[in-house]
């Protein structure tokens, strides 16, 4: 069973950011079922690592999106962001010195990541679909859209 489902209300309508957010859903239910599975130390590490360096990968592309787009308030979500990820990253050195945070850790980003979309990114969704299609529609020319999957996640 999955600690967290994807719900309907979470979509936000830009295919790209929604399959990013289920990308980490999916990652924090791996990180529940490695800890749930009586994984190792190591196991847990792994996810954990891969989780905060996806969501590092989709910060930095949403936030470029952001910028791409001309959102009037992409400086407060960075800031948004930057503050989750020093949160995060106390998590990880309190985890690298040997602390079990896996369970506080879920908590946090089960409610984080759901308010987060819920809120904060849906501000942005008429600011991003207004400048989509052009977005998009470079794609094949190898614009925005194209270099900057390359460059987040490949």
Request: hydrophobic share 40%; proline share 1%; no cysteine.
């Amino acid at each position: 069973m999955s600690y967290l489902v994807w719900q309907d209300d979470l979509n936000t309508g830009i295919q790209v950011i929604d399959d990013q957010h289920k990308r980490i859903v999916d990652m924090i239910n791996s990180l529940h079922r490695a800890k749930a599975g009586g994984g190792s130390g190591g196991e847990v590490a792994e996810v954990l690592n891969g989780l905060v360096d996806y969501t590092l990968s989709h910060f930095a592309f949403e936030e470029s999106l952001l910028e791409e787009a001309g959102y009037e308030f992409t400086r407060p979500h960075k800031r948004v962001h930057e503050i989750f990820i020093g949160r995060v990253k106390d998590f990880n050195l309190r985890f690298q010195a040997g602390e079990d945070i896996t369970d506080e850790l879920l908590g946090l980003l089960s409610r984080w990541l759901f308010n987060h979309i819920r809120s904060d990114d849906a501000g942005y969704v008429p600011a991003i679909k207004d400048s989509m299609n052009s977005l998009v529609s470079n794609q094949q020319a190898g614009g925005w859209f194209s270099r900057s999957m390359k460059k987040f996640f490949n």
